[in-house]
C-alpha cells in the first residue's frame, strides 16, 4: 500500500508542471494571437509600430471600426474579451515587447471592477498597470495610458452596483500618476459620459447598460488618441 501511495506521488509530482503550465497558458489566453504574433514578425524600423493593449472593447475595435485600422495599418489591436489587468500583464511580454513597438496603449480596469478574475481589489488593479509601464519603459516603448470607460453596470455582474464610482477612482489614481510621470494619458471617459455622469452615454453604446462602444463611441474614442500617438511617433 505504502509503495502504492509514493508512486502515486511521484506521478503527480511529474504531471503537475505540465497541468501548472496548461492553467496559465489557458488564463493568460497566450495562444489567442501566437500564430498572428509570429506572422506579423519584426517591424520595419520605419513603421513605429502601435500596439493597443486591453479587454473586449479593444478587442472589438478593429471589427466595428475597421477603416480605422485600415487607414493606419501601423496600430494592432491585442485585446482579449473578458481578461483583466492580471491576464494582460501575464501576456505583457508576447503580445507588446516581443511585438517590438514603439508604442503601447492601455486600456485597463473594466473587468477588474466587473469581477472577472475574483474580488477587485484597486490597489492590485492599479499596480498591475504601473508593472506594465514599467516593462514597457524597461524595453524602451513609449506609453499611453487611457482611462477605463464608463459603465454604469455590467449585465453579465449585475451584482455589481457602486460600478461608476470604482472606475472614478482608479482613473483619477492613474491620471495622477501619469501627470506625475509624464505619460500621455487620454480620457475617453469624460468624453463617453451622459450628462449626468451615471453611465455611458447610450447613443455611443453597443449594449445596455452600455459597456462596449459603438461606431460613433470608437470614433470618438480614435479622435482622441491618435493626435496623442502621432506626438509620440
Known sequence: MKR???LFAAALCLCAPSLLAQ??????????YGQSNIELGAPDKK?????????SITDGWP?????FFKDHPYIIGRGIGGQTSYQFLLRFREDVVNLKPKI???????NDIALNTGPYDEDKTFGNVLSMVDIARANKIKVVLTSCLPAGGFSWRPEVTDAMAKIRRLNARVQA?????KIP???????????????MNPSYANDKPGVHPNAEGYAVMERLLLPVIEKLR
Open 177 to 181: 500618476y501619469a501627470k506625475k510621470n
Open 185 to 199: 494619458y487620454v480620457d475617453y471617459f469624460s468624453a463617453l459620459v451622459t450628462a449626468d455622469g451615471t453611465e
Open 63 to 67: 471589427r466595428i471600426s475597421s477603416q
Open 47 to 55: 513603421a513605429k509600430r502601435v500596439v493597443l493593449m486591453g479587454n
Open 23 to 32: 492553467t496559465h497558458d489557458k488564463f493568460a489566453n497566450f495562444g489567442r
Open 4 to 6: 502504492r501511495v509514493l
Open 104 to 110: 503601447v496603449v492601455i486600456n485597463y480596469g473594466t
